[in-house]
């Protein structure tokens, strides 16, 4: 299993543009994670997903989309790309078990800078 | 105030010292996750607890849910223990993680 899969692995974007960041998962699991890591700070959840069409917002929402079609696919949408959304994007996944307290699998993570 | 606070903030240690790092909650939670981020950033879970002590080789992982406080402890530490140790709370089906612990052993 190649467990949870992130792509790009380092991105710049210019202030204003627009951009997906790819997350996989081949584990079958239900829970999809997706959160932001700014420079010598803790995580921050930005959207979560407990099932294919259904997601949900975390801490820090603004300025991201997300879809689900799929058990596998968790995509995040950057629209307008701000220099505050300059950080490392983690993804994360779960079996779902006892309403997400269960082990998280995470990526190899994301390093976008909006200059 | 944080809902989940962890001390130290940064911790140097000397090779073969035993290791604690703490964790304490203010919120319910329904189980408490201990995480180690390695120096080139990726993310481990090490352990997840609703009660009691789990151990994995020289980590030791103990929550008392009374009184809201976990700790990770490790054995005959190794600099390749050298990381950032998270704790992070369960609730509602997210995790709300604590700033980390910076933690430095030395040969």
């Known amino acids: 299993n190649a467990g949870v899969t992130q792509t790009p692995k380092f991105r710049i974007l210019k202030i204003g543009q627009s951009m997906t960041l790819q997350c996989a998962q081949d584990?079958?699991?239900?829970?999809m994670y997706w959160y932001r890591q700014d420079p010598g700070m803790g995580l921050k959840l930005i959207y979560y997903?407990?099932?294919?069409?259904?997601?949900d917002k975390g801490e820090v929402p603004n300025g991201y989309n997300v879809s689900r079609s799929t058990t596998e696919d968790f995509p995040l949408r950057l629209e307008l790309a701000a220099p505050s959304q300059t950080s490392v994007y983690f993804c994360a996944s779960s079996r779902g078990l006892a309403e997400g307290s269960d082990t998280q699998y995470f990526g190899p993570g994301t390093r976008l800078t909006v200059l | 105030k944080n809902e989940v606070e962890q001390s130290p903030q940064n911790l140097t240690a000397q090779e073969g010292e035993f290791i604690t790092i703490n964790c304490s909650y203010s919120?319910?939670?329904?189980?408490l996750h201990w995480l180690q981020q390695h120096p080139g950033g990726g993310i481990v879970s090490l352990f997840m607890l609703s009660s009691g002590k789990k151990k994995h080789g020289r980590l030791i992982a103990t929550i008392n849910i009374q009184e809201k406080h976990s700790s990770l402890h490790i054995t005959a530490s190794h600099p390749r223990d050298s990381a950032v140790y998270i704790c992070?709370?369960?609730?509602?089906?997210?995790?709300?993680w604590g700033a980390g612990t910076k933690q430095i052993i030395k040969p």
């Open positions: 997903s407990v099932g294919a069409g259904i997601t």
């Open positions: 584990m079958n699991h239900n829970y």
């Open positions: 992070a709370a369960s609730r509602n089906y997210q995790l709300i």
């Open positions: 919120v319910g939670i329904s189980a």
